[in-house]
């Protein structure tokens, strides 16, 4: 089992459509990255979260600790959202460990 | 204030051939993460560094694989004797001294060995 899950491993949507991506995680950590990397591309970070919820414009990130899950949500998606989502906890060492991604595709 | 920057951005190389692959973190950044991405697999930490120092190299390939992090200059990942099996792109990443859950990531160099 792998120390990150991510569901779903492939995602297509209509524009418009609001979008989630979850992430379970086995090991402690001291934080948690959402990461989007597009084909071909560099990685951005999203966010970086250690608690409670973050927001930035169409995304908004949650972790709950004690269940050791996070989720990203993307409202009102758009055909340019499409990308690799990828879900990276840090384990108490300073190393991240990443999810295998979820694709996601939008359609418009 | 410049991002974590990466050179070169893509590299080939011929089997047995070295490369090195370069990275200069943000300003101000002293600890530096290096991580492989497969094709089509996810990434992987190889190794993490501060200046002059390798604080975890669990993830490094124990043959052929070393990196670096001089006091000046960027840190340097190298890669000797390539085979077609290291193709990948390989990312940098930086944080602060302040806060080390923080990662910035470069833009990543991707390696064709040929």
């Known amino acids: 089992k792998n120390e990150v899950e991510q569901s779903p491993q492939n995602l297509t949507a209509q524009e418009g459509e609001f979008i989630t991506i979850n992430c379970s995680y086995s090991?402690?950590?001291?934080?948690l990255h959402w990461l989007q990397q597009h084909p071909g591309g560099g990685i951005v970070s999203l966010f970086m979260l250690s608690s409670g919820k973050k927001k930035h414009g169409r995304l908004i990130a949650t972790i709950n600790i004690q269940e050791k899950h996070s989720s990203l949500h993307i409202t009102a998606s758009h055909p340019r959202d499409s990308a690799v989502y990828i879900c990276?906890?840090?384990?108490?060492?300073?190393?991240?460990?990443f999810g295998a991604g979820t694709i996601l595709r939008v359609k418009s | 204030n410049a991002g974590v920057m990466q050179n070169p951005r893509h590299l080939v190389r011929r089997r047995g051939q070295e490369a090195r692959l370069r990275c200069s973190p943000m300003?101000?950044?002293?600890?530096v993460y290096w991580y492989r991405q497969l094709p089509e697999e996810g990434l992987k930490f190889m190794v993490y560094l501060q200046k002059e120092n390798i604080i975890d190299e669990s993830g490094m390939p124990k043959e052929r694989f070393s990196a670096e992090f001089p006091k000046e200059g960027p840190s340097i990942l190298r890669i000797q004797q390539v085979v077609r099996g290291d193709s990948a792109a390989y990312f940098c990443?930086?944080?602060?001294?302040?806060?080390?859950?923080?990662?910035?990531f470069g833009p990543g160099t991707r390696l064709t060995v040929t």
């Open positions: 990443a930086s944080s602060p001294s302040g806060n080390v859950n923080e990662q910035y």
């Open positions: 300003k101000g950044h002293s600890h």
């Open positions: 990276a906890v840090m384990e108490y060492g300073n190393k991240l460990v």
């Open positions: 090991v402690g950590i001291s934080a």
